[in-house]
Protein backbone atom coordinates (compact mmCIF):
# COMPACT_ATOMS: atom_id res chain seq x y z
CA UNK A 1 0.00 0.00 0.00
CA UNK A 2 1.16 3.35 -0.72
CA UNK A 3 1.47 5.77 2.16
CA UNK A 4 -0.02 8.61 0.56
CA UNK A 5 -2.87 7.59 -1.94
CA UNK A 6 -5.13 10.00 -4.23
CA UNK A 7 -7.22 9.31 -6.82
CA UNK A 8 -5.27 10.05 -10.08
CA UNK A 9 -8.40 11.42 -12.00
CA UNK A 10 -8.45 13.45 -14.00
CA UNK A 11 -11.10 15.48 -12.91
CA UNK A 12 -12.71 17.86 -15.69
CA UNK A 13 -15.18 19.82 -14.67
CA UNK A 14 -17.15 23.07 -16.06
CA UNK A 15 -16.29 26.54 -15.07
CA UNK A 16 -17.89 27.38 -11.65
CA UNK A 17 -18.41 23.59 -10.33
CA UNK A 18 -17.90 22.46 -6.94
CA UNK A 19 -14.79 20.22 -6.65
CA UNK A 20 -13.89 17.68 -4.19
CA UNK A 21 -10.38 15.75 -4.00
CA UNK A 22 -9.64 13.04 -1.45
CA UNK A 23 -6.21 11.71 0.08
CA UNK A 24 -5.64 8.86 2.27
CA UNK A 25 -2.28 8.66 4.18
CA UNK A 26 -1.45 5.22 5.80
CA UNK A 27 1.22 6.48 8.87
CA UNK A 28 -1.36 7.58 11.78
CA UNK A 29 1.86 9.30 12.96
CA UNK A 30 2.36 11.93 10.07
CA UNK A 31 2.19 15.46 11.51
CA UNK A 32 1.37 18.02 8.86
CA UNK A 33 -0.15 17.76 5.76
CA UNK A 34 -0.19 20.25 2.85
CA UNK A 35 -2.15 20.56 -0.81
CA UNK A 36 0.37 21.75 -3.67
CA UNK A 37 -0.10 22.48 -7.53
CA UNK A 38 1.52 21.37 -10.26
CA UNK A 39 0.92 22.86 -13.80
CA UNK A 40 1.71 21.01 -16.44
CA UNK A 41 6.19 20.41 -16.66
CA UNK A 42 6.31 22.98 -13.75
CA UNK A 43 7.47 23.08 -10.23
CA UNK A 44 5.36 22.07 -7.46
CA UNK A 45 4.05 24.79 -5.47
CA UNK A 46 2.37 25.51 -1.97
CA UNK A 47 -1.07 25.96 -2.23
CA UNK A 48 -2.33 25.71 1.53
CA UNK A 49 -1.30 23.62 4.63
CA UNK A 50 -4.36 21.69 6.02
CA UNK A 51 -4.42 22.09 9.76
CA UNK A 52 -6.89 19.86 11.90
CA UNK A 53 -9.30 22.26 12.12
CA UNK A 54 -9.66 22.42 8.94
CA UNK A 55 -8.92 25.74 7.19
CA UNK A 56 -10.13 27.91 3.97
CA UNK A 57 -8.35 30.31 1.57
CA UNK A 58 -10.68 31.88 -0.68
CA UNK A 59 -12.51 29.27 -3.18
CA UNK A 60 -10.29 26.10 -1.11
CA UNK A 61 -10.95 24.41 1.93
CA UNK A 62 -8.92 21.99 3.25
CA UNK A 63 -9.88 19.49 5.76
CA UNK A 64 -8.22 16.38 8.01
CA UNK A 65 -9.97 13.78 8.97
CA UNK A 66 -7.01 11.86 11.43
CA UNK A 67 -9.35 9.00 12.64
CA UNK A 68 -9.71 7.85 9.04
CA UNK A 69 -6.41 9.13 7.95
CA UNK A 70 -7.54 11.44 5.15
CA UNK A 71 -7.48 14.82 3.53
CA UNK A 72 -9.50 16.70 1.27
CA UNK A 73 -9.55 20.05 -0.84
CA UNK A 74 -12.33 21.10 -1.58
CA UNK A 75 -12.29 24.05 -4.47
CA UNK A 76 -15.46 26.32 -4.78
CA UNK A 77 -16.41 27.81 -7.93
CA UNK A 78 -13.76 26.59 -10.47
CA UNK A 79 -11.53 28.57 -12.88
CA UNK A 80 -10.13 27.97 -16.14
CA UNK A 81 -7.03 28.66 -14.38
CA UNK A 82 -7.02 26.03 -11.80
CA UNK A 83 -6.38 23.77 -14.20
CA UNK A 84 -3.26 21.45 -12.80
CA UNK A 85 -2.32 18.69 -10.59
CA UNK A 86 -2.49 18.49 -7.14
CA UNK A 87 -0.40 16.85 -4.80
CA UNK A 88 -1.28 15.94 -1.95
CA UNK A 89 1.82 15.65 1.26
CA UNK A 90 2.48 14.35 4.22
CA UNK A 91 4.86 15.05 6.84
CA UNK A 92 5.96 12.13 9.05
CA UNK A 93 8.53 13.69 11.66
CA UNK A 94 12.06 11.66 12.08
CA UNK A 95 11.08 9.72 9.07
CA UNK A 96 14.23 9.24 6.51
CA UNK A 97 11.46 10.57 4.08
CA UNK A 98 9.80 13.04 5.95
CA UNK A 99 7.85 14.60 3.46
CA UNK A 100 5.89 12.15 1.44
CA UNK A 101 3.96 12.79 -1.92
CA UNK A 102 0.88 11.70 -3.61
CA UNK A 103 0.82 11.12 -7.25
CA UNK A 104 -1.42 13.96 -7.84
CA UNK A 105 -5.16 14.90 -8.97
CA UNK A 106 -5.38 15.81 -12.02
CA UNK A 107 -7.94 18.51 -12.84
CA UNK A 108 -9.34 20.31 -16.05
CA UNK A 109 -12.08 23.23 -15.78
CA UNK A 110 -13.55 23.58 -18.75
CA UNK A 111 -15.00 26.46 -20.30
CA UNK B 1 13.93 36.77 -4.92
CA UNK B 2 15.76 33.73 -6.75
CA UNK B 3 15.00 31.13 -4.17
CA UNK B 4 15.96 27.63 -5.40
CA UNK B 5 17.75 28.08 -8.27
CA UNK B 6 18.11 24.81 -11.17
CA UNK B 7 20.41 24.29 -14.26
CA UNK B 8 20.21 22.93 -16.37
CA UNK B 9 16.85 23.61 -17.42
CA UNK B 10 17.27 20.28 -20.28
CA UNK B 11 19.67 17.93 -20.53
CA UNK B 12 20.15 14.63 -23.11
CA UNK B 13 23.17 12.81 -22.15
CA UNK B 14 24.56 9.39 -23.65
CA UNK B 15 24.49 5.56 -21.61
CA UNK B 16 27.47 6.14 -19.61
CA UNK B 17 28.01 9.61 -19.44
CA UNK B 18 28.17 11.12 -16.25
CA UNK B 19 27.24 15.15 -14.95
CA UNK B 20 25.74 17.36 -12.36
CA UNK B 21 22.71 18.90 -11.91
CA UNK B 22 23.30 21.92 -9.95
CA UNK B 23 20.85 23.11 -7.08
CA UNK B 24 21.34 26.70 -5.11
CA UNK B 25 18.92 28.17 -2.37
CA UNK B 26 19.33 31.66 -1.25
CA UNK B 27 16.86 30.82 2.27
CA UNK B 28 19.16 29.53 4.36
CA UNK B 29 16.92 26.64 4.69
CA UNK B 30 18.88 23.70 6.42
CA UNK B 31 17.10 21.16 4.52
CA UNK B 32 18.04 20.20 1.17
CA UNK B 33 16.40 17.65 -0.74
CA UNK B 34 16.14 15.98 -4.66
CA UNK B 35 13.32 13.85 -6.27
CA UNK B 36 12.40 12.86 -9.72
CA UNK B 37 9.34 12.97 -10.97
CA UNK B 38 8.23 10.40 -13.25
CA UNK B 39 4.51 9.69 -15.05
CA UNK B 40 2.14 8.10 -12.44
CA UNK B 41 4.97 7.75 -9.81
CA UNK B 42 4.62 11.27 -8.17
CA UNK B 43 7.50 12.52 -6.82
CA UNK B 44 10.60 10.20 -4.94
CA UNK B 45 12.96 11.31 -3.00
CA UNK B 46 16.55 10.22 -4.22
CA UNK B 47 18.70 11.92 -1.62
CA UNK B 48 18.98 14.74 1.29
CA UNK B 49 21.05 17.11 3.60
CA UNK B 50 19.88 18.46 7.34
CA UNK B 51 22.95 20.87 6.95
CA UNK B 52 25.89 21.43 5.44
CA UNK B 53 28.33 18.44 5.61
CA UNK B 54 25.28 15.72 6.37
CA UNK B 55 23.70 14.11 3.77
CA UNK B 56 21.34 10.61 3.52
CA UNK B 57 19.92 8.14 0.96
CA UNK B 58 16.06 8.74 0.14
CA UNK B 59 14.13 6.00 -1.77
CA UNK B 60 15.96 5.73 -4.75
CA UNK B 61 19.39 6.66 -4.30
CA UNK B 62 21.27 4.20 -6.80
CA UNK B 63 23.31 5.88 -9.31
CA UNK B 64 23.42 9.26 -7.55
CA UNK B 65 25.44 10.99 -5.31
CA UNK B 66 25.30 13.75 -3.40
CA UNK B 67 27.20 16.55 -1.30
CA UNK B 68 26.20 19.94 0.76
CA UNK B 69 29.60 21.62 1.47
CA UNK B 70 27.98 24.88 1.86
CA UNK B 71 24.23 25.51 3.07
CA UNK B 72 23.56 26.76 -0.44
CA UNK B 73 24.42 24.66 -2.77
CA UNK B 74 23.26 20.71 -2.95
CA UNK B 75 24.54 19.13 -6.62
CA UNK B 76 23.51 15.68 -7.71
CA UNK B 77 26.06 13.55 -9.71
CA UNK B 78 24.58 11.22 -11.79
CA UNK B 79 27.66 9.02 -12.13
CA UNK B 80 27.19 6.53 -15.11
CA UNK B 81 24.22 7.42 -16.73
CA UNK B 82 21.06 4.88 -17.82
CA UNK B 83 18.14 5.26 -19.62
CA UNK B 84 16.11 4.66 -16.66
CA UNK B 85 17.30 8.27 -15.17
CA UNK B 86 15.30 9.47 -17.86
CA UNK B 87 12.85 11.95 -16.19
CA UNK B 88 12.20 15.18 -14.34
CA UNK B 89 14.52 16.36 -11.68
CA UNK B 90 13.38 18.77 -9.01
CA UNK B 91 15.34 20.21 -6.13
CA UNK B 92 13.65 21.35 -3.14
CA UNK B 93 14.30 23.06 0.06
CA UNK B 94 12.97 24.12 3.43
CA UNK B 95 13.32 24.63 7.11
CA UNK B 96 12.75 21.60 8.97
CA UNK B 97 9.57 20.99 9.87
CA UNK B 98 8.12 23.37 6.80
CA UNK B 99 6.45 23.37 3.88
CA UNK B 100 8.99 22.86 0.50
CA UNK B 101 10.11 25.33 -2.45
CA UNK B 102 11.05 23.78 -5.22
CA UNK B 103 13.41 24.59 -8.36
CA UNK B 104 12.02 24.76 -12.09
CA UNK B 105 13.37 21.57 -12.77
CA UNK B 106 15.70 19.55 -15.12
CA UNK B 107 14.06 17.74 -17.43
CA UNK B 108 17.05 14.66 -18.31
CA UNK B 109 16.88 12.16 -21.13
CA UNK B 110 19.66 9.78 -21.57
CA UNK B 111 19.64 7.79 -25.00
Known amino acids: RKEVEQDPGPFNVPEGATVAFNCTYS??????FFWYRQDCRKEPKLLMS???SGNEDGRFTAQLNRASQYISLLIRDSKLSDSATYLC????????????FGSGTQLTVLP | NAGVTQTPKFQVLKTGQSMTLQCAQD?????MSWYRQDPGMGLRLIHY???????DQGEVPNGYNVSRSTTEDFPLRLLSAAPSQTSVYFC??????????FGQGTRLTVV
Open chain 2, 92 to 101: ASRKLNAEAF
Open chain 1, 27 to 32: NSASQS
Open chain 1, 50 to 52: VYS
Open chain 1, 89 to 100: VVFLSGSARQLT
Open chain 2, 27 to 31: MNHEY
Open chain 2, 49 to 55: SVGAGIT
